[in-house]
């Protein structure tokens, strides 16, 4: 079975200051692991994904994520947070069944960016 | 126009009252999904399409049915009403359905059951 830890429901930053979502797994197979983004009433949309390639990954708007095995965690990066970036972020697991796959999601981290 | 759309955007109801929410989706994917969000719990599946054929429960289907009218269109329905379906639902696609395959979101349906 798969599951995601997001560590910190809430994050505030500083508009300019680095961006640290920290996001740990488990899977029983090699998973796949995504890093969606929501702003306010909107969609999902995908910011990354890791699929056994590179192990660091970049994303849209200057995101980057890096899959460590051994500490099991896909955290999520920015150099410097930009206003527009306060959205809630999820961290995403899926791993290979029966030839289909399903997604199991984090509980969401919500990132506030301040002026 | 969006690749993945969802009627209606919001809705009000009553307890007890059937309700479907409607999914359609240009992108000519096989798979489609239906996801429920409440605050502080992530998504969770509620069901899931290979095509029109193949309907899968997910993790909370209990409540739900679906439609699969065709292979663009998805329909979500709660036969009668109970205030903790009160979410919002969000539906999705993907192409192979591959454990390294993207969904694509849908804007959200935001259903208040009273």
């Known amino acids: 079975a798969q599951s995601v830890t997001q560590l910190d429901s809430h994050v505030s930053v500083s508009e300019g200051t680095p961006v640290l979502l920290r996001c740990n797994y488990s899977s029983s197979y090699s998973p796949s692991l995504f890093w969606y983004v929501q702003h306010p009433n909107k969609g999902l949309q995908l910011l990354l994904k890791y699929t056994s390639a590179a192990t660091l990954v970049k994303g849209i708007n200057g995101f980057e994520a890096e899959f460590k095995k051994s500490e099991t965690s896909f955290h999520l990066t920015k150099p410097s947070a930009h206003m527009s970036d306060a959205a809630e972020y999820f961290c995403v697991v899926s791993e290979s069944g029966s030839g289909y796959s399903t997604l199991t999601f984090g509980k969401g981290t919500m990132l506030l960016v301040s002026p | 126009d969006a690749d993945v759309t969802q009627t209606p955007r919001n809705r009000i109801t009553k307890t007890g009252k059937r309700i479907m929410l409607e999914c359609s989706q240009t992108?000519?994917?096989?798979?489609m999904y239906w996801y429920r969000q409440d605050p502080g719990l992530g998504l969770r599946l509620i069901y899931y399409?290979?095509?029109?054929?193949?309907?899968n429960k997910g993790e909370i289907s209990d409540g739900y049915s679906v439609s699969r009218q065709a292979q663009a269109k998805f329909s979500l329905s709660l036969e009668s009403a109970i205030p903790n379906q009160t979410a919002l639902y969000f539906c999705?696609?993907?192409?192979?359905?591959?454990?390294?395959?993207?969904?694509?979101f849908g804007p959200g349906t935001r259903l208040t059951v009273l």
């Open positions: 399409s290979f095509d029109v054929k193949d309907i």
């Open positions: 999705a696609t993907s192409d192979f359905g591959g454990f390294a395959d993207t969904q694509y």
């Open positions: 992108k000519g994917h096989d798979r």
